[in-house]
Every structure is written in structure tokens, then in C-alpha cells.
């Protein structure tokens, strides 16, 4: 093999540009928080439910009515944002600008149903006594991990809807393309992702039995 065919080769694979891996720094940026984030919420998980375990008495204050159909409705909103998203990045590869901020901004509408529904459950449980200090069943861990699992995760749905709206604007302007719409879905597929574990663990698990 002659040199200029070994150079040939080498410059077909990689020639030195900004994508070795074949990804582009945007969605390698988003991969690369989205593995740090997900320890931190792991970190999280994990240490809430050592604390259960090893609390007897943990409370189980969540009633069918309303308070776990309450969260199985945040569920299946957040769900349907993640279609929406789906739908709103194929679009926009297929180059349709008007489609694509359609979806987004439904996306971001459920994103903010999600957020208004989850802070009246918060009002509620500061009504019935229950703080991140404290709470009427004697065991103070138990609103300091709920408050501080959801509030963290309801911090990134809230981060989630600003930049979708960041994106929804650009793209219809002509000033974001197709990848940056996939690698804002790619942040909010992850937020749904950890709700589908915070639901079933802080929610499903804490049923009250009566």
C-alpha cells in the first residue's frame, strides 16, 4: 500500500475535525451531563432508600384519593410530553419548522402542567404540617428526602421547559438546527426518566394502607 492510499484511509475515517467519535460536541456536552446527573440522582435514590429501610416507622401517608392519583396523572403528563418531544425532533428533521414548534410548545405545556400540579401538592402537605424539617409523623428525614428528591426533580422540569423554550424560539427564527432540537429531547427524555423512578419509590411505596 502505497502512502498516499494509507492516507487516503486515514482521512475517510477522521480527518482531525470536531466529531472523532462521530457525535458533535453538543450531543457529546449533553450525554456527558446527562451520566453526571444521573449519579447525583442515583446518589440520591439510593441514599433515600437505605433511610427507609432502616427507619421502622417510616410514614406511609399517601392515600389512593387524592394523592397517588394526583402523581399517576403527573406520570402520564410527563409521558405525553415525551411523545410530543419525539414527535417534535422528527419533525424537525424532516425539515418542517412549523410542526416542530408546535410539538415543543406542547411539550412545554405539559412540562408546565406537571410543575403547577406538583406545587399543589406542596401547598397541601405544608397545610397538613409537613416541612423539610419536620412532619406530624416523627420522622423529620421523611419531608427533608421527599422535599428534596421532588424539588430537585421539579428544578430540572422547570430548567427543561426555559430551555425548550429557547429552542422553540431559535428553531422558528431559522437560528437552531435539527440537532440542537434532538439534543434538547435529550434532556428532557432523561427528566422523565428519573420521574419514573422517584414515582414508584417515594410514591407507590409509601401508600397508606388504610
Do not use: C, Q
Not at 33 to 42: G, H, Q
Not at 88 to 100: E, L, P
Not at 101 to 119: D, E, K, S
Not at 143 to 172: R, S
Amino acid at each position: 500500500m502505497s502512502e498516499a492510499e494509507f492516507e487516503g484511509i486515514v482521512e475517510s475515517r477522521w480527518s482531525g475535525g470536531a466529531s472523532p467519535f462521530a457525535i458533535n460536541s453538543k450531543k457529546l456536552g449533553m450525554w456527558l451531563f446527562i451520566v453526571s446527573d444521573s449519579l447525583t440522582f442515583s446518589a440520591l435514590l439510593i441514599s433515600y432508600a437505605y433511610v427507609r429501610l432502616e427507619t421502622p416507622n417510616w410514614p406511609r401517608p399517601f392515600e389512593i384519593w387524592p394523592a397517588i392519583a394526583k402523581s399517576s396523572f403527573m406520570t402520564f403528563v410527563l409521558l405525553s410530553s415525551s411523545l410530543t418531544m419525539v414527535l417534535g425532533v422528527n419533525a424537525a428533521f424532516k425539515g418542517d419548522r412549523k410542526k416542530t414548534v408546535r410539538y415543543l410548545i406542547a411539550t412545554i405545556i405539559f412540562g408546565i402542567a406537571f410543575v403547577l400540579i406538583h406545587a399543589t401538592e406542596w401547598v397541601t402537605l405544608f397545610g397538613e404540617g409537613v416541612t423539610p424539617w419536620g412532619n406530624p409523623w416523627g420522622v423529620p428525614l421523611f419531608g427533608g428526602t421527599f422535599f428534596g428528591l421532588t424539588g430537585l426533580h421539579m428544578l430540572h422540569v422547570t430548567i427543561g421547559v426555559a430551555y425548550l423554550a429557547i429552542i422553540a424560539w431559535g428553531f422558528g427564527k431559522g437560528k437552531y438546527t435539527a440537532e440542537h432540537v434532538e439534543v434538547s429531547g435529550l434532556y428532557w427524555h432523561f427528566v422523565d426518566l428519573v420521574w419514573m423512578f422517584i414515582f414508584p419509590m417515594v410514591y407507590l411505596l409509601s401508600v397508606n394502607p388504610k
